[in-house]
């Protein structure tokens, strides 16, 4: 750091004391250094107090179908990473490329990965950076109509110079369902491309079994990423095949089974909830269209989010920034306080995260 700059000399033919200006400037000078210490060592308001293990989470950075151009907001969020928030680890919920669309060709979904590798996944690996994903609808959908792009994204991940950075606990189905652990965090990747039902889901079986595995037992907080909520949140989502069926089933076996969060995308809104036990993060868009969410409360809008894991507390402190041109430094946090203190979509409720939970409806 640069102090102040160094005092003039009294010239020879000004004998006595220095002007009155400069005598000014010595009489200051403690304070202005207090100052310039506190500036250096004053929080980033764009960079929240660290915890044990940080975590970014981001979603739906896709444009128009078969783009291979990202927003500005993807590249914004791409060097805050790296040079900002340093993460241990990065979580993408999915829609990374902007497929789901059969008259692409196979160079057009090829050409959209190397994309997204070069704006996203390219500098991370570059900088260090672990980053976990999970397949989103546009990525490779689990409906048979879209067998080709999930193939291609199998293809995709399984080149060695893609590699991902995190430490497996199971690989065999890598893209499509996995498992890794970072610090004393286990990250159970499921495939939730598709609105199916417990028993349509094949890796159910495999879900108990990772989380019930020793390596989950042992992490301190379990969390569960998938591209569909459990329950709807946004305008414009709120109808079947767009939110996970039998979602009070899927929470409960996940609850039974120790996870602690579900992180989600799809829907392009910002809502950190919960429902029982298990927290809910519903990640907004990063890239084209954000939502409102349901009953419309506010306008739609881009977010990022950052995680501080506080194991000795057993806490997460949530950071989420939108996007915002009048805010200073183009972000603005945003507070959970006004976001609605719970959404009633289609197929259930959600409470934010800092309320108690509803109680039963009457019968």
């Known amino acids: 750091m640069r102090g102040p700059p160094s005092l003039p000399a009294p010239r020879s033919d000004h004998p006595g004391p220095p002007p009155t200006s400069v005598r000014s400037f010595r009489r200051l000078r403690p304070l202005l250094l207090a100052a310039l210490l506190v500036a250096a060592t004053s ?39 790296r040079e900002v928030w340093r993460p241990d680890l990065v979580l993408a919920a999915g829609d990374l490329v902007a497929g789901q669309r059969p008259a692409l060709t196979d160079g ?68 499509l369902y996995y498992s890794f652990t970072r610090g004393d965090l286990f990250v159970l990747v499921w495939d939730a491309s598709f609105a199916g039902t417990v028993g349509e889901l094949p890796m159910m079986d495999w879900v108990r079994a990772q989380l019930g595995s020793e390596r989950a037992r042992a992490a301190r907080h379990r969390l569960v990423l998938g591209h569909l909520p459990l329950y709807a949140v946004a305008e414009g989502r709120n109808r079947p095949g767009e939110v996970l069926d039998e979602p009070d089933s899927l929470r409960a076996i996940l609850e039974r089974h120790g996870a602690n969060t579900y992180v989600s995308g799809h829907h392009h809104a910002y809502y950190p909830g919960r429902r029982g036990a298990l927290e809910l993060l519903h990640s907004g868009a990063v ?32 950071s989420t920034y939108a996007f915002d041109p009048e805010a200073p430094g183009g972000l603005r946090p945003m507070e959970p306080g006004t976001l609605p203190p719970a959404l009633h979509g289609v197929n259930g409720y959600v409470v934010r995260r800092d309320l108690p939970d509803l109680p039963p409806a009457p019968r």
């Open 287 to 318: 890239g084209q269209g954000p939502r409102p969410l349901l009953g419309g409360p506010a306008p739609p809008t881009k977010t990022v989010t950052v995680l501080d894991f506080h194991f000795a507390a057993d806490s997460v402190a949530y």
């Open 43 to 81: 929080p980033d308001p764009q960079d929240p107090p660290r915890g044990d293990l940080r975590v970014v989470v981001v979603s739906d950075l896709n444009g128009a179908y078969g783009s291979t151009a990202y927003e500005p907001e993807v590249h914004r969020t791409v060097r805050l990473i």
């Open 108 to 175: 057009n979904v090829r050409a959209m990965w190397a994309a997204f590798d070069s704006a996203v996944a390219g500098p991370l690996r570059e900088a260090g950076i672990p980053f976990g994903f999970t397949l989103g609808n546009h990525d490779g959908s689990a409906y048979p109509a879209h067998r080709r792009d999930r193939a291609l994204a199998v293809e995709h991940w399984s080149a060695p110079e893609r590699r991902t950075g995190v430490a497996f606990a199971d690989s065999s189905h890598f893209p």
